[in-house]
């Protein structure tokens, strides 16, 4: 064994560091599907745009961020993995009665000011209906 | 020997990578018809950019609460009542008169000003008392003396009675984007309209798509190559007395739905099936059964959380 592992030192030590760079690859994309982002869409004149992608995987202690929605501001609170709307001008206030969501099929919209945050992440449905 | 050793696991971890490369999936999310539209496919990103125009197209046309600069809509029709209208928004008005046949009335494009009515009271806006009764019935009687005539590009309301297409405007835009993706060869896409209505192929390696249900999660739909739409009370609904009432209106009696919660129609033609999901809101069991077996459309239906009814005993379908 110690014969053949000298014999072999050096094509054992180039396909280790190949096996090492694929894992790391495979970790990455592994990794990146992991990922828990909240896209706001907004509806504007010249069709939907992305206002912002928060990134909700990397987030540890909770924080409020406002943004600016056709002029108008609304006040988000982020955690580890979700997001809710606490504070926004529209009619209805449905944005914030729905309350966190971390769920990629439960979208928060709002109609009134035309914007929708939507998260993204593995799930085990394709779709929810 | 050695050098096939060697070369074989160099290999593997090549073919590893390519395993993690990224396949061909363009997706995009937009916010039409007061909705999110998500759009998965498998295709290039002309492909992507032909269905966004096809949806954001139908979407203009079937608006009825503003007017677009670039198309005559619903909206400019009810609002001028007669107008030459482009090709494709002829052909969503006579497929509308066509599914108004094909329901025996229980979708009628010409509900608009009912429909109305019950948009203020979702909206709070309105209450429901006998001043609001009689003002829905007002609007049933010019509903039911008007008519939609449609000769050559010219479409005229006779009568006082406005147009909304809301009950078949995704799922005819479904249809065309179906079309366009049959004809292009697509075989793997998922484009969701609102959770309502929802077109799929396939997934890679001819898999079945995982439909999970909001509202009862202890069931799930493995679909593949089918049209899904749901109506649902839990949707944008009234309260009345206490009692929940879905914002589906029965246009004979001018009365929001309760007899069910939830409908799911299956099938091939997504126009066909938005436009009956509204229909089958208001009729019983037996009647859901005849019409559903005619058009062939598969089916479940709940009530108070029970599975009350459906057209097979699995959730498999394909």
Request: charged letters at 25%.
């Amino acid at each position: 064994m110690i014969n053949f592992l000298k014999k072999y030192l050096k094509e054992i030590i180039l396909i280790g560091s190949i096996c090492l760079v694929s894992l790391t690859l495979l970790l990455i994309f592994k990794g990146k599907s992991e990922d828990v982002n909240a896209t706001i869409y907004v509806k504007t004149d010249e069709g939907t745009k992305i206002l912002e992608v928060i990134d909700l995987s990397k987030v540890t202690n909770s924080y409020e961020k406002e943004i600016v929605i056709n002029g108008k501001t609304v006040k988000l609170e982020i955690k580890h993995n979700a997001i809710r709307v606490i504070d926004a001008p529209c009619k209805h206030k449905d944005c914030i009665n729905q309350g966190w969501t971390s769920n990629k099929n439960k979208p928060i919209i709002c109609l009134d000011l035309g914007y929708t945050i939507v998260i993204s992440r593995a799930d085990d449905a394709d779709v929810v209906v | 020997m050695k050098r096939l050793f060697v070369f074989i696991l160099l290999s593997i971890p090549l073919l590893l990578f390519l395993f993690t490369c990224k396949d061909n999936t363009k997706e995009d999310t937009l916010f039409l018809y007061d909705t999110i539209v998500n759009i998965k496919i498998n295709g290039e990103s002309e492909d992507l950019k032909e269905i966004e125009k096809i949806l954001e197209l139908y979407d203009k046309l079937s608006d009825n609460y503003k007017e677009h600069k670039d198309v005559n809509n619903i909206y400019s029709i009810n609002k001028k009542r007669t107008l030459e209208c482009s090709y494709e928004l002829i052909e969503l008005l006579n497929y509308s008169l066509e599914m108004k046949e094909k329901t025996q009335g229980y979708f009628n494009p010409l509900i608009g000003k009912v429909a109305f009515l019950y948009k203020e009271l979702i909206n709070e806006e309105r209450t429901y008392n006998q001043e609001f009764i009689d003002e829905v019935n007002s609007e049933l009687d010019k509903m039911n003396n008007s008519s939609i005539t449609i000769e050559d590009n010219l479409v005229t309301i006779n009568g006082e009675a406005d147009i909304d297409l809301g009950a078949i405007a995704k799922g005819f835009a479904l249809k065309k984007v179906k079309e366009y993706l049959d004809n292009k060869g697509i075989k793997n896409y998922l484009i969701n309209a609102g959770s309502s209505s929802i077109i799929m192929g396939e997934k890679s390696n001819n898999e079945y798509y995982k439909v999970g249900l909001k509202n009862y999660t202890d069931r799930v739909f493995l679909m593949k190559n089918k049209s899904l739409g749901t109506s649902s009370i839990f949707e944008q609904s009234i309260m009345i007395d206490g009692k929940l009432f879905s914002h589906i209106i029965n246009p004979f009696t001018g009365l929001p739905s309760n007899i069910y919660d939830t409908i799911y129609l299956i099938g091939d033609d997504p126009a066909l099936i938005d436009a009956f999901t509204t229909a089958l809101f208001s009729l019983d069991l037996d009647e859901i059964k005849r019409i559903t077996s005619k058009y062939n459309l598969d089916y479940v239906i709940y009530k108070d959380n029970i599975k009350v009814a459906s057209s097979s005993e699995g959730d498999t379908y394909d």
